[in-house]
C-alpha cells in the first residue's frame, strides 16, 4: 500500500492552483496524494490531473478523512497530513506564503507546477457563442467578484470604458478555466484580487494594461505582492 498524503485546503480555488508545487513534491517523495475540495469545486479533478493525485469532494468516502478537522500536522510512516487552511493560525506573515512556510518549502516557482489541460470547445463556445467575441476585436474584460459561492463578495474595479466590456459571469456552464481564451485576446484587464491571478499566470497575454484591484478596504496586497509575474499595476 503507498503511502498517503492528505491535504487539507479545500477551499479557495487560487489556494489549490498556487499548492500544486507542494503537491508535485509530495507526489516525488513516492505519496498518494489526496486533496479533498468543496462540491463545487470538484471540476478542477477535470482539468487538473496527475498521477497519485486524487480530488474528492468533502461529501465523498477517502482515506483518513477523520483527520480532516484537525489542525496540527500529523506525520507517520505511511500517512501525512497537511492543515495548510490553517497554516495563518500557525504562522505570521502572509496568509499565502505561510502556507509553504508550515510545510517547510519555498512557494517561488509554483507556476512551473500548476498546469491544467485546456478544453478548448468550451473555450471557444464561450468566446464566439455565449459572449458573442470576434478574432481581433478589443474588449476589456472586468472581474470584480471573488470567494467561493455561495460565501462571494465584489467590489467596484475601474476600467476603459472606450473598449466593449466583458464582465465575468462563472456558471454551471464555463469553470474559470474556460476563460482563458477570452484573457488571452482581452486588450486591457482589470479585476480584483482572485483565483484569475493564478490562471493568467499561464496564459500569453495581449494585454496593454492589466490592473488589480485589492479585495480589501483599503487596499492592500501584502498577502499576495511576491506571488505573481504578470506585469499588473496595483491599484492604491
Known amino acids: 500500500m503507498s503511502k498517503v498524503c492528505l491535504i487539507n485546503q479545500p477551499v ?4 489549490i492552483f498556487f499548492l500544486q508545487k507542494f503537491v508535485d513534491i509530495k507526489i516525488q517523495e513516492g505519496f498518494r496524494v489526496i486533496f479533498p475540495v468543496a462540491d463545487n469545486l470538484i471540476f478542477v479533478k477535470d482539468y487538473i490531473s496527475k498521477p497519485n493525485l486524487e480530488f474528492y469532494t468533502l461529501n465523498e468516502s ?20 497537511y492543515p495548510i487552511r490553517f497554516a495563518d493560525q500557525h504562522l505570521p506573515g502572509s496568509c499565502m506564503e505561510v502556507k509553504y512556510s508550515l510545510v517547510g518549502h519555498d512557494f517561488n516557482g509554483w507556476q512551473n507546477h500548476f498546469v491544467w489541460e485546456r478544453n478548448l470547445e468550451k473555450e471557444n463556445i464561450l468566446y464566439y457563442d455565449f459572449l458573442g467575441l470576434k478574432d481581433d476585436e478589443d474588449y476589456v474584460v472586468v472581474s470584480n467578484t471573488w470567494g467561493t459561492p455561495p460565501h462571494t463578495a465584489s467590489k467596484p474595479v475601474p476600467y476603459n470604458k472606450t473598449y466593449k466590456v466583458v464582465k465575468v459571469e462563472i456558471t454551471n456552464n464555463f469553470t474559470p478555466f ?24 499561464k496564459l500569453k497575454l495581449k494585454a496593454d494594461k492589466m490592473f488589480l484591484t485589492s479585495r480589501f478596504t483599503p487596499p ?4 499576495i505582492i511576491n506571488l505573481f509575474k504578470q506585469n499588473w499595476i496595483y491599484l492604491q
Open 220 to 223: 492592500n496586497f501584502y498577502h
Open 178 to 201: 474556460d476563460w482563458a481564451k477570452v484573457f488571452e485576446n482581452a486588450k486591457e484587464i482589470s479585476i480584483v484580487d482572485t483565483s484569475f491571478n493564478y490562471i493568467l499566470e
Open 62 to 81: 477517502f482515506d483518513y478523512k477523520q483527520y480532516m478537522g484537525s489542525s496540527e500536522i500529523i506525520k507517520e510512516p505511511e500517512f501525512e497530513y
Open 12 to 15: 479557495g480555488l487560487g489556494d
